[in-house]
């Protein structure tokens, strides 16, 4: 199924009160020294890939409660991100894991791609489980295994992943490892940090030239005493033992509660080794809930500081953006829709801060007024700037109201069945 405009044009109706609304707002910014007009460019030239894995209801280790007419097979995953890239304008992008999603057939899955006006981002391995018909586990490990056949075979299929990303156009891999241990004394921390290492440089040094490499970090889970690549600093300086073109990859719910996301942001695009970017929220750990949903303002403080790093850090690449989260009990395409009007609302209103106010005031050490400038910013209701940004692509107005009235989902049940189950879920 794919959207037209003329359905999503139809959808949208009549735009007068949309009008009302985005003349308000641009008078009332303009009054204050906003370029409105760039602003709204900046909103629609905003994309965020949408990771394969995210399409079809996720779960957790308790069950699964399938979605109906979820995609079967990578070319209805794609299908799906089109519609919401139709929809939202801000999804122009896709990020394939394999070999959950390694295609059979590269033209057609290119072709699905073109039509859609969709490119694709990083591409991830996957050393956290085993895979059929391959020759060892990684149970006990993968790029940090004490076995050097295992973490060959690990190195290898990075290697593979590439060659696949290739054909597809991407040019970033990331590496997620669920390497680590769950019981004191089961490995020897030194020894698997130097593994992890030496494994990162072979898979960096055999990547194509305008490749990049992402390292993710996450505290725990699946291990629960340990992780190789813990947090932002191992990371980094992993990064930095490979070269140039390797980056770290913030993932928000990679944290502990309460750190200061916002501050690492800042200290890794100071350093130009800020690379990529997943989205999710939590409440309590890597709970990958929608965007927006629980800690609006801290996205916000984030965005802050992407804003700032994006203006004033050239030697930091531009950054792979990908929502990365799973649903059990949503509709995954609507929650994606509302994943990607919170990741622009935090856009737009990072845009607002007034930078030259804010940074007399620092220098004042006018701290209630450096709040106020933030929590101007923050308050303000930019959502007609985020309809005119979607409207000027030809998106939705609303992008969950028009996936509502022409009726998606029913129509991707009809074509697909009520009971699918996509692949590597
Ligand atoms: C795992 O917790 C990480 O967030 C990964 O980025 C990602 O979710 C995983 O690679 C999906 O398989
Ligand atoms: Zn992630
Ligand atoms: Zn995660």
Not at 31 to 60: C, I, N
Not at 61 to 68: E, K
Not at 292 to 311: D, H, Q, T
Not at 338 to 357: G, H, M, T, V
Request: include cysteine; proline fraction near 4%; charge should be negative.
């Amino acid at each position: 199924m794919q959207l037209t405009k003329d359905q999503i044009a139809s959808a949208n109706g009549n735009l007068n009160d949309h009008e009302a609304d985005f003349n308000y707002l641009a008078n009332k910014l303009s009054r204050s020294g906003t370029d409105v007009e760039s602003l709204v460019k900046s909103l629609a030239d905003f994309q965020v890939a949408v990771p394969s894995w995210a399409l079809g209801a996720g779960g957790t280790r308790f069950g699964r409660f399938s979605f109906h007419g979820e995609p079967g097979n990578l070319e209805q995953k794609m299908d799906d991100v089109g519609i919401l890239h139709a929809l939202t304008q801000t999804a122009g992008a896709v990020s394939l894991h394999i070999p959950w999603d390694t295609p059979q057939d590269y033209a057609a899955v290119k072709q699905i791609a073109n039509r859609n006006g969709i490119v694709f981002d990083a591409i991830n391995s996957n050393t956290f489980q085993d895979q059929p018909g391959s020759k060892y586990s990684y149970k006990h490990g993968s790029l940090a295994n004490t076995d050097e056949a295992i973490r060959a075979q690990a190195v290898q299929h990075n290697q593979e992943v590439v060659r696949i990303g290739e054909k597809l156009g991407s040019k970033s891999l990331t590496i997620w490892l669920a390497d680590g241990t769950s019981f004191p004394g089961q490995r020897s921390f030194q020894k698997a940090l130097a593994q992890t290492e030496k494994s990162c440089q072979e898979i960096y040094t055999a990547l194509p030239e305008d490749w990049s490499l992402l390292i993710e970090y996450k505290p725990y889970e699946p291990n629960f005493y340990s992780t190789v690549i813990m947090d932002w600093g191992t990371s980094f300086m992993l990064a930095n033992a490979c070269g140039d073109r390797a980056y770290t990859l913030v993932d928000l719910g990679h944290h502990l509660p309460n750190t200061n996301i916002e501050q690492i942001v800042a200290t890794l695009m100071a350093k130009g080794k800020l690379g990529g970017f997943h989205f999710n929220d939590s409440k309590y750990g890597d709970d990958d809930l929608t965007v927006g949903s629980i800690k609006p303002y801290a996205l916000f403080l984030i965005f802050n500081e992407l804003v700032y790093g994006m203006r004033h850090n050239p030697e930091n690449p531009n950054l792979a953006w990908m929502i990365d989260a799973s649903h059990n009990i949503k509709d995954p395409l609507e929650d994606l829709i509302q994943s990607l009007e919170a990741i622009q609302e935090a856009y737009a209103k990072a845009l607002l801060i007034d930078q030259i106010a804010l940074s007399e005031a620092q220098l004042n050490h006018d701290v209630v007024k450096c709040q106020e400038i933030l929590q101007e910013a923050y308050r303000t209701d930019v959502r007609p700037l985020l309809q005119r940004a979607r409207l000027s692509r030809g998106g939705a107005l609303s992008p969950l109201a028009a996936y509502r009235s022409l009726k998606v989902r029913e129509n991707l049940i009809r074509e697909r069945g009520m009971h699918t189950v996509a692949t590597g879920l």
